[in-house]
């Protein structure tokens, strides 16, 4: 499916997330602060970046900024403390999530981010679409454009 990359302080988050999103077909990677995922980032290419914002001596929402400044990578904030909504600079990112312990909150805010992704990889395939035509094609995975089974009615028949 996507290739992610987790950051987050908790090993036993780490652990769980990593877990729980391979199981679901994801690659994942793992870095324990800011400063291993700035490393990660230079060196490999990810689709999406799911990001704790408390880190023990940094902070989420500065390594937001400098993703924002370097990288077209979507983000998910993954706090425990839903204060951080209300933080301008957590709006940079394409998604937000109280950590629970229902973990279908994440997959589903993953998977809505992915989507939105792969839409926009889709219109810069076909810029001609307007905003919901897909014409029968599908995203099938990142960076993947399906064409649909058969072809499509031309939209002025000649008779």
Request: net charge negative; with cysteine; charged share 25%.
């Amino acid at each position: 499916m996507a290739r992610l990359l987790l950051v987050d302080d908790d090993n036993n988050i780490r652990q769980l997330y990593s877990l729980m999103l391979s199981e679901e077909g994801h690659d994942v990677e793992v870095a324990a602060s800011a400063s291993e995922a700035e490393k990660k980032l230079t060196y490999n290419n990810y689709d999406l970046l799911l990001l704790d914002i408390k880190l023990k001596n940094e902070c989420g929402l500065d390594l937001l900024q400098k993703i924002r400044q370097r990288h077209d990578l979507p983000v998910v904030l993954c706090s425990a403390y839903s204060c951080y909504k209300d933080d301008f600079t957590s709006w940079l990112a394409d998604g937000y999530v109280v950590k629970s312990s229902d973990p279908q909150k994440l997959m589903g805010e993953i998977a809505r981010v992915l989507a939105k992704k792969n839409i926009s990889l889709l219109a810069r395939f076909v810029p001609s679409l307007g905003p919901g035509q897909l014409c029968g094609y599908r995203v099938s995975g990142p960076g993947e454009l399906q064409a649909p089974h058969s072809p499509l009615p031309h939209p002025n028949p000649v008779r």
